[in-house]
């Protein structure tokens, strides 16, 4: 489900947060679905409960969980938290495609590499 890895220099509750987000988007969680209790997340990752905590809260933030008293937190369907994300990543790769150009990338091998994501 989610792996974590200590030499990644991303905060611990980041790590969880992107990976709880890949499942929801991929569609590995779907709509509804409830997602492990806070204290069986952190028990089976043996983390700090407060970690887990961290990252359901942003995820709630950013529209991809809701979460029912009592009762846990769950999947959001699709939302405008997509859209949102979208544009952040979007502004991550005109950054990322800048820094390859000034270290000699021509626009071709940037078009060839996104190619690549798409097999």
């Known amino acids: 489900m989610i792996s974590l890895n200590y030499r990644d220099s991303r905060p611990i509750y980041e790590q969880i947060k992107d990976g709880l987000r890949r499942l929801i ?3 590995a ?3 509804d679905e409830k997602l492990p ?5 952190a028990s089976q990752l043996a983390i700090n409960p407060n970690t887990i905590q961290r990252a359901y809260a942003e995820l709630e933030s950013e529209g991809y969980t809701y979460s029912i008293p009592g009762k846990g937190s769950f999947a959001s369907a699709r939302s405008g ?6 544009q952040e990543l979007k ?5 990322l495609a800048a820094e390859l150009r000034y270290l000699g990338v021509t626009d071709s091998q940037l078009i060839e ?7």
């Open 91 to 95: 502004v991550k790769i005109r950054e």
């Open 25 to 27: 988007i991929t569609g």
């Open 37 to 41: 209790s806070v204290r069986a997340l």
């Open 113 to 119: 590499l996104l190619k690549e994501e798409k097999k």
């Open 29 to 31: 969680m779907q709509p």
């Open 81 to 86: 938290a997509e859209a949102a994300r979208m």
